[in-house]
């Protein structure tokens, strides 16, 4: 199964992909490809595994995969069937530039993962020239559009949606409402014309969990209880289309 998360950055794309990853990999092989080219990521995604330049998702999508597509995908440290793609602290990413020329790149590390793991979730930045939002469109089995509930999350959302329609991925979308706190949801969903599938609330102690690679799931406060329930309730949804 491969599932698309997709959205503004900083809205909680990655936390969610660690949430679905997390829960999915205890039944199946689950891979999490973080598509920011622009920072390292893995030192957060798998803390504490030793990472090197040369199984670093920059220079698989720079310079081709070379060899066994499992050199680029880190095992968690703690989730026996989770795994990793994303830049890592050593490579040297201010060296070179990639964006919308590398989508077959993109493309072929994909699919080579899907043919890895149970289910590929791909957690895409919110960068426009992000070379692997071609292929998540147009094949993912579902995508999930996360949008703050305010007046910036509709207005990017209507400028994405004809993007969505030109990929025919508008059937396949769970939109998704997230750092929900205290907004008028009904508003926001007339506005956009569509129904939430799940609403995410904004929870203070994520960002803190977010640092040390522990699941968000294991919140203690209220907030972080209400999060991990529409995180299963989305996860259900999700199972039911792989099967």
């Not at 899907?114 to 998540?136: E, M």
Request: hydrophobic share 45%.
């Amino acid at each position: 199964m491969l599932i698309a998360i997709w959205g503004r950055d900083g809205i909680g794309k990655s936390t969610l992909s660690d949430a679905l990853g997390g829960l999915l990999a205890k039944r199946s092989v689950t891979a999490i490809l973080d598509t920011d080219l622009t920072q390292p990521t893995l030192p957060m995604r798998a803390n504490g595994k030793k990472l090197s330049a040369d199984t670093s998702l920059g220079k698989a999508i720079s310079g081709g995969v070379t060899g066994d597509i499992a050199h680029y995908l880190h095992h968690h440290p703690h989730r026996k069937g989770l795994f990793y793609a994303g830049l890592t602290d050593t490579d040297e990413y201010m060296t070179y530039e990639i964006g919308l020329e590398a989508k077959n790149a993109a493309q072929d590390f994909i699919c080579q993962c899907a043919g890895l793991a149970d289910t590929v979730i791909l957690d895409l930045s919110g960068q426009r020239t992000d070379p692997f939002i071609p292929c998540a469109l147009a094949r993912a089995q579902k995508v999930i559009v996360l949008i703050a509930p305010d007046v910036q999350g509709v207005c990017w959302f209507n400028a994405v949606k004809p993007l969505l329609e030109a990929m025919n991925a508008q059937g396949r979308v769970l939109p998704v409402a997230a750092m929900v706190d205290r907004h008028a949801i009904d508003a926001v969903e007339k506005a956009l014309n569509l129904r939430f599938t799940a609403e995410l609330p904004y929870v203070r102690e994520l960002r803190q969990i977010q640092d040390t690679g522990a699941d968000p799931l294991d919140g203690t406060t209220r907030a972080a209880a209400r999060y991990a329930k529409q995180v299963r309730k989305l996860c259900a949804l999700l199972k039911e289309v792989g099967t």
